[in-house]
């Protein structure tokens, strides 16, 4: 990484809560935060990254459920208790802000609803084979639908494809006597968009996580009586230290500028069938945007997944900057059946699914993905085992984004707002919607850090 050539040594650091507690945390045990701090040292490897420890789901009814006694963890599959099957673990992540740890907290980016973006983002850039083989052991998610042809079949099959046979199939990985050992990656921007991150000259770094409550983890028949925990967290950070060299390079050239991918999230509410949903950003290089739907009586409730991907029966969509068709000079007009129910029309519309996919990259180098016309169907939404969203990418060229800092962003929509639950009635949904943008950090002769959006 030096002119030389020459490479520093590579450390694996283990980092625990710097926060304190019991070493258990969640949202109604020991505490609802963790804090990380890791030291202004060394080059970042961002894409090693992990966050690990343990998730367990406990009886806190007081008595004996399903054969597992009160305050055991849950080990019987029987038992109605599911955790999103697209996120697993990462379902417990609420909030999550990445500040600098030398520069007076300094937040660089913070993403709120944590687990709606990463719902969003699992499901679109991994495929049911990659749940099978390695989420399922890093995050406990197993995914919806079928590998293989076998799968696909509903006859002498013992988890069939259907809202029994998955909710038992994700269910599976959380059922382990001493809970379930995860390793994650943090789905932060600032980790997407480069390798490494020059820890001296951003002044260390601290992760703050905020725990979410217990209603937006679990959900089933009888999760009401359980409770998830998070047991002794830690974050592996990879850390190159630099040479001799680069450390004269940097004492003689030091870094003034860091550049990074940041997610900015913003929430809203669909509550009509014509609906402009727009907001002033303020954000400079905006390089795409992402929405996810979910009803709001879905929300916290533990009768329901609140990290479920709905289709709220999107007839025509328009993606606007200043009130003006942007990027798309079109409307996208879904193609329907109208004498149909949305449950019964035929397809999803295909437009939808490339430009949402277009959001995260170009579709056409998109090569595993769970959207698919079957899976994001309303059928399967029906079922809390489907996946949809929208989306644009707002610069497909350049990938520099475009500015707008004194814009408007949003989208004109026209959708049935169809009730999943009670198909062909109306309910309002909530719309998150996350901005991924191009970002500066300004450091000062003085070492003070200064955002640019």
């Known amino acids: 990484m030096s002119s030389s050539g020459s490479v520093g040594a590579k450390r694996y650091l283990s980092i625990a809560c710097s926060n304190g507690g019991s070493g258990t945390y969640g949202s109604s045990v020991g505490s609802s935060q963790l804090r990380f701090d890791i030291a202004n040292s060394g080059l970042l490897q961002t894409q090693e990254m992990r966050l690990q420890g343990t998730f367990q789901i406990r009886n806190v009814s007081g008595g004996a459920i399903g054969g597992v006694a009160a305050n055991a963890l ?13 996120i697993g673990v990462q379902s417990f992540i609420d909030n999550l802000e990445i500040a600098s740890r030398v520069n007076s907290q300094r937040s660089v980016e913070k993403i709120n609803n944590y687990g709606q973006l990463v719902s969003s983002l699992m499901s679109s850039l991994r495929s049911k084979g990659g749940y099978d083989n390695t989420l399922m052991h890093e995050q406990g998610g197993m995914g919806y639908g079928f590998a293989n042809h076998a ?28 809970g379930h050992q995860f390793d994650i990656r ?24 905020n ?25 592996i950070v990879p850390v190159i230290d630099k040479t001799p060299q ?3 390079q940097t004492m003689q050239n030091p870094q003034t500028t860091l550049q990074f991918l940041t997610w900015t999230s913003l929430y809203n509410t669909l509550s009509s069938t ?23 009586n879905r929300i916290n409730s533990f009768g329901n997944d609140c990290y479920a991907q709905f289709n709220p029966g999107i007839r025509k969509l328009t993606f606007l900057k200043d009130g003006k068709r942007t990027p798309l000079e079109y409307q996208l007009d879904v193609d329907r059946d109208p004498s149909l129910t949305p449950s019964t029309q035929p397809s999803t519309c295909g437009e939808l699914l490339l430009n949402y ?84 950090v300004m450091i000062s002769p003085e070492g003070t850090l200064q955002v640019s959006n």
């Open 186 to 209: 943090l789905m932060a921007g600032m980790f997407m968009g480069q390798s490494q991150i020059d820890l001296e000259a951003l002044g260390g770094m601290t992760i703050t996580i």
């Open 246 to 248: 680069q450390q004269m």
């Open 211 to 235: 725990c979410a409550s217990d209603n937006n983890v679990i959900f089933g028949g009888i999760a009401g009586s359980f409770r998830y925990e998070i047991v002794n967290p830690r974050i």
């Open 151 to 178: 799968n696909n079949s509903t006859q002498a099959v013992a988890l069939p494809f259907d809202r029994t046979g998955q909710s038992l199939n994700n269910r599976k990985p959380f059922l382990c006597a001493n």
């Open 357 to 440: 996919l277009d959001a995260y990259r170009n579709f056409r180098d998109v090569k595993k993905s769970c959207i698919n016309p079957i899976v994001s169907g309303f059928a399967q939404q029906t079922n809390n085992i489907g996946t949809f969203g929208t989306g644009c990418s707002y610069d497909a060229v350049s990938h520099a984004g475009v500015d707008a800092t004194a814009s408007t962003l949003g989208m004109e929509i026209q959708s049935d707002i169809d009730n999943p639950a009670d198909r062909g009635n109306a309910t309002p949904f909530a719309v998150y919607t996350y901005y991924l943008t191009r970002q500066a």
């Open 274 to 296: 014509d609906q402009q949903v727009v907001s002033r950003v303020s954000l400079k290089g905006v390089v795409s945007c992402i929405n996810h739907y979910v009803p709001v």
């Open 74 to 86: 849950n080990t019987a599959i029987a038992n109605d208790v599911n955790v999103n099957g697209y």
